[in-house]
């Protein structure tokens, strides 16, 4: 068996899990964009997973001949056998972030256990959940089954349509295994907002406020220029998630993160922008962040619940 940990985790870490062997190819693609932001561990029953990424804990469950054809139920016996091993990870971790597929196999029964003993811990529990293509009959039936599990063990879980993906990947030229870019926008997004003193500033409570509503969450991330708000309000729609309406989110987290050139004034006028669409008795939040190298460039990251 192939497992690493790292000893320099340090209390109150931000933790990126990537379950599975496309929930690591999105954590792996995300952490090489975040620096020393976040903490990275992979799970995996296919030790290809963990290649060329050395920087990351990673835990190898199951015999190491067996890597497909896994039913979820085995994949989540294999995990709990390291729960000594997770749970030391937890109890330092404030924000656990996880990136799985659904469908069976690995992401259908190791991601739960995962975020039922990260939550247990006490660790505020995000999950990035791919949803089977539209033709993968099986597979969507066995994403049917272990989702409604896998969102009780979270604090929220972000659906993301693999077909939407995909085709919206061809046109950016970006394959959709490795998320496309939307993945990685989405976690760097959620980590950014805990990591970085802001403008206007942004911590942990105020995160669980927001996921603390009954139903549904997601994250929209927008870019642009400073300049033009609508633009980067319609960029953030562009997204492969599932179909979701949000007029009727119970409450909004929203942090802006900009260049030296963007004025307060341009951040209350894109924060504006974002929340015109909104039911006037939603409790937002909303953060802001300088990064020098931006310029007058903007990235928005709204993370909606209550849907």
């Known amino acids: 068996m192939m497992t690493r940990i790292s000893e320099q985790m340090h209390d109150g870490a931000l933790l990126l899990v990537g379950v599975g062997g496309i929930g690591c190819r999105w954590a792996k693609k995300a952490h090489s964009d975040l620096e020393n932001a976040a903490d990275l561990l992979l799970v995996d029953s296919d030790s290809s997973s963990f290649e060329e990424y050395p920087n990351a804990s990673t835990i190898h469950i199951g015999p190491n001949e067996v890597n497909h054809g896994i039913m ?11 729960a000594h091993v997770f749970s030391k990870m937890f109890e ?3 924000l656990v972030l996880i990136s799985t597929v659904l469908g069976g196999g690995v992401g259908g029964g190791a991601s739960i256990w995962i975020a039922e003993q990260a939550r247990s811990s006490g ?24 989702r409604p599990r896998l969102e009780s063990a979270s604090h929220a879980t972000i659906g993301i349509s693999l077909s939407s993906l995909a085709q919206r990947s061809m046109k950016r030229g970006i394959s959709w295994e490795d998320g496309g870019g939307w993945v990685s926008s989405l976690i760097g997004g959620i980590i950014r ?4 003193m802001g403008v206007i500033n942004l911590d942990l409570m105020d995160l669980r406020t927001i996921l ?29 998630l599932e179909r979701i309406d949000i007029a009727n989110a119970a409450a909004c987290l929203l942090h802006i993160e900009g260049g030296s050139a963007v004025s307060l004034r341009d ?39 209550g849907l």
């Not at 927008?222 to 633009?231: F, I, L, Q, Y």
């Not at 006037?280 to 310029?295: F, H, K, L, Q, T």
């Open 123 to 146: 660790a505020l529990v995000v999950t990035i959940s791919g949803l089977p293509f539209e033709d993968q009959v099986s597979r969507m039936r066995w994403a049917r089954l272990s």
């Open 212 to 240: 603390a509503q009954a139903g549904r969450s997601t994250v929209l991330v927008g870019e642009g220029m400073a300049v033009d708000a609508d633009r980067i309000f319609r960029s953030a729609f562009d997204a492969p």
């Open 193 to 196: 907002t805990q990591a970085r």
């Open 72 to 82: 979820p139920e085995l994949s989540a016996s294999w995990t709990s056998e390291f």
């Open 267 to 305: 951040f209350d006028h894109i924060a504006e922008s974002f929340t015109k669409g909104l039911h006037e008795n939603c409790n937002v939040i909303y953060g802001a962040s300088i990064d020098r190298e931006m310029a007058g460039e903007v990235r928005v990251i709204a993370v909606l619940s």
């Open 92 to 94: 330092r971790a404030e």
